[in-house]
Nanobody, 115 residues
Framework: QVQLVESGGGLVQPGGSLRLSCAAS????????MGWYRQGPGKQRDLVAT???????NYGDSVKGRFTISRDNVKNTVYLQMNSLKPEDTAVYYC?????????WGQGTQVTVSS
């Protein structure tokens, strides 16, 4: 079955960096569009970034220029490098598999940005 296992979350000070990883299994990773969503406290889930099978990327407006999504088709892993973190980036970050309008979700990893 499809498994998406996130790691790399934690507590970081404003201005700091974190790299999230998502290990995928149960499907042909290199043929699948992947992405990250997040849900902050009291907020709806928002798209953070997506990456296509040909490494085309898209970002939410609030993270453009600070976050970078990438993938390793040998390791079946998608990454989210987060720089210049702000308190408003505090959220649970979810790795997703994207198939048209269908989304498969990981369990999420908490990122807290606070001094």
């Amino acid at each position: 079955q499809v498994q998406l296992v996130e790691s790399g979350g934690g507590l970081v000070q404003p201005g700091g960096s974190l790299r999230l990883s998502c290990a995928a299994s149960g499907f042909i990773f290199r043929l699948t569009r992947m992405g990250w969503y997040r849900q902050g406290p009291g907020k709806q889930r928002d798209l953070v970034a997506t990456i296509s099978t040909t490494d085309n990327t898209n970002y939410g407006d609030s993270v453009k220029g600070r976050f970078t999504i990438s993938r390793d088709n040998v390791k079946n892993t998608v990454y989210l490098q987060m720089n210049s973190l702000k308190p408003e980036d505090t959220a649970v970050y979810y790795c997703v598999r994207l198939r048209g309008s269908l989304i498969d979700w990981g369990q999420g990893t908490q990122v807290t940005v606070s001094s």
